[in-house]
């Protein structure tokens, strides 16, 4: 059972800066793709930030130019930056990565909540 963890969230205020971590419990060079995704309530889980094992980054419209997805080799960790917080950006945010076998294997953490207030 592979067990991706996150950390970070909480309560911040709006305008504020937050940072998530996920703790991959694997080399992330075995990776193809990590990534960030959140759910807020009563939404669907939608990407927020990826990026591949090449370096290239995309970002949801929604957060461009104020989040910012990092990975950390030597942690094995994959980061998510977060500035200019907003109170739509509340949700649970979920750490995924990818590991291409066979088939893409998708591995996910259970979420850490992150509460913008205004």
């Known amino acids: 059972q592979v067990e991706l963890v996150e950390s970070g969230g909480g309560l911040v205020q709006a305008g504020r800066s937050q940072r998530l971590s996920c703790a991959v419990p694997?080399?992330?060079?075995?990776?193809?793709?990590m990534a960030w995704y959140r759910q807020a309530p009563g939404k669907q889980r939608e990407l927020v930030a990826s990026i591949t094992s090449f370096g290239t980054t995309n970002y949801a419209d929604s957060v461009k130019d104020r989040f910012t997805i990092s990975r950390d080799y030597a942690k094995n960790t994959v980061d998510l930056q977060m500035n200019s917080l907003k109170p739509e950006d509340t949700a649970v945010y979920y750490c995924?990565?990818?590991?291409?076998?066979?088939?893409?294997?998708?591995?996910w953490g259970k979420g850490t909540l992150v509460t913008v207030s205004s």
């Open positions: 995924r990565v990818t590991v291409p076998v066979v088939r893409d294997m998708h591995y």
């Open positions: 694997f080399s992330i060079s075995r990776t193809s793709e």
